[in-house]
């Protein structure tokens, strides 16, 4: 793993702001391909993520009532690990690359659903109720 000294990682940031080289000078010309072109898209790409979880998350546990819902406490990831090696049995294709992750996350909420359907039609107070049943 390589370390870039964070001087200059903030020049070639702003460097590409401004829009002027005068801060690229005494600085490897490899940095900024590496610094812009390999290492921001990934933070990038982490901080969308990690957002998307955290609301996934809050929306999980609205829709659910219930402050301790995740979906490792619900089953819903074990569900999605039982969905993807179906696919690959039954060889699903489905558009695109992502079969196997597509099928685990349609089976997932399938069984995300059905739980939801079961718990509400036996009791009406599901918020409360669905962590510990």
């Keep these: 793993m390589y370390k870039y000294p964070l001087l200059e ?3 070639i940031v702003i460097s590409k702001i401004d829009g002027s080289h005068k801060l690229l000078q005494g600085i490897d010309a490899v940095y ?3 610094v812009l ?3 921001f898209p990934r933070i990038l790409t982490s901080a969308i993520v990690g957002a998307g979880l955290s609301i ?3 929306v999980f546990q609205g829709i659910l009532l219930d402050p301790l819902a995740d979906p490792y ?3 819903i990831s074990a569900e999605t690990e039982f969905g993807a090696p179906i696919a690959l049995l039954l060889d699903v294709t489905l558009p695109g690359d992502y079969s196997v992750p597509l099928f685990g ?3 997932a909420v ?3 659903f059905a739980g ?3 718990y509400r039609k036996r009791d009406s107070n599901y918020g409360q109720t669905s962590i510990y049943a």
Excluded: D, M, Q, S
């Design 9 to 11: 990682v903030i020049k």
């Design 32 to 34: 900024p391909y590496v």
């Design 37 to 39: 072109e390999v290492r």
């Design 56 to 58: 996934a998350g809050v």
């Design 73 to 75: 406490t619900l089953g």
């Design 105 to 107: 996350f349609i089976v």
């Design 110 to 112: 399938a069984a995300l």
């Design 116 to 118: 939801i359907f079961l």
